[in-house]
């Protein structure tokens, strides 16, 4: 479950950075890096898109089950532990830690 859960949360995370970050663009790149030790997977995904705003993932972000969008950060919020992001000088990082 813990493997299933972590994919999902990064393939979320991964659609959001084409969807919100690169919108508008021709495209863009998007950096992943997998660390597993003692029990933690840590995934980092970096970007160089529009950055998310402010506090974005400082809540839970819960939405109606018949919604259409909206939907992203509260399923990686859901799938994961921890969930870090930061944005500096033109990079953004989002960082998943799940305990397996």
Do not use: W
């Amino acid at each position: 479950m813990a493997a299933y859960d972590l994919e999902l949360a990064t393939v979320e995370a991964a659609n959001n950075v084409v969807e919100h970050g690169y919108a508008g663009t021709s495209g863009g790149e998007i950096g992943l890096d997998l660390e597993i030790d003692r029990g933690i997977a840590v995934i980092t995904l970096t970007d160089h898109g529009i950055p998310v705003p402010p506090g974005l993932f400082d809540q839970c972000r819960p939405a109606p089950l018949d919604a259409t969008e909206g939907r992203g950060i509260g399923i990686v919020q859901s799938c994961v532990d921890v969930v870090n992001y930061s944005t500096r000088e033109g990079l953004n990082r989002l960082t998943l830690i799940k305990l397996l």
